[in-house]
């Protein structure tokens, strides 16, 4: 005989029901695969759950999904270790998944809730993750799917992605985006070799601006 636990006021729907937003803030598959060929730390393949995650995220916070890209590379999350994980949608929606949804994955990017320093793929500390859903992280996660702010967590995709996006409003909004000025904020000294400067040329194919 076993137990069980139950969890309570589950969000409705459970797995959030995204979809497949395009407008200025997004990027496509095409330009996706452009930006895997171009650059070596970006994976070749994504999967489409990924594509729709920071699709959306970026809506919300008006910003461009690129942006969501070059900090994934600079954070670590996109280290070639991880790029066959990126490219099965059954492991990325696992990890959007509430409650249950977590990166714990090994290695520099694995996520642990009980961890105060920086975890996950975009390197979030979990002091500036409650902040954020102190604000308007949470309203922005209830539209989704109504309750799922109770379960929010850095280490969720879905979750950390929308973070990301909130933070990354610094650099403006999708027509007139300073990626620059964003990715200072968000790296601070800690950029990744070759710089901003590298950084804004992976934002620049990932948007298809030339």
């Known amino acids: 005989m076993g137990w069980r636990c139950t969890i309570d006021n589950e969000p409705t729907p459970v797995e959030a029901d995204l979809s497949d937003v395009s407008n200025n803030c997004t990027i496509s598959s095409d330009l996706l695969s452009a930006c895997g060929a171009a650059y070596g730390a970006v994976p070749d393949q994504l ?17 461009p999904a690129a942006a969501l890209i070059a900090i994934l590379v600079n954070e670590g999350g996109f280290l070639p270790q991880y790029h066959s994980l990126w490219a099965d949608d059954v492991v990325v929606r696992g990890w959007s998944l509430p409650y249950y949804g977590r990166m714990d994955v090994g290695g520099p990017i694995t996520c642990v809730d009980m961890v105060w320093s920086a975890q996950g793929p975009y390197q979030f500390l979990q002091i500036t993750f409650d902040s954020f859903l102190a604000d308007e992280l949470c309203t922005a996660l209830n539209e989704i799917s109504p309750g799922r702010c109770r379960s929010a967590s850095r280490c969720n995709f879905l979750d950390a992605s929308y973070a990301v996006a909130m933070h ?24 990744t070799p070759g710089g901003i400067a590298l950084l804004t040329q992976i934002y620049n194919t990932c948007r298809g601006t030339p």
């Open 47 to 63: 999967s489409p759950t990924f594509r729709t995650v920071i699709n959306n995220a970026a809506t919300r916070f008006n910003i």
């Open 168 to 191: 990354m409003r610094v650099g403006g909004t999708c027509d007139s985006f300073n990626i620059g000025a964003a990715l200072q904020s968000y790296t601070g000294r800690s950029a």
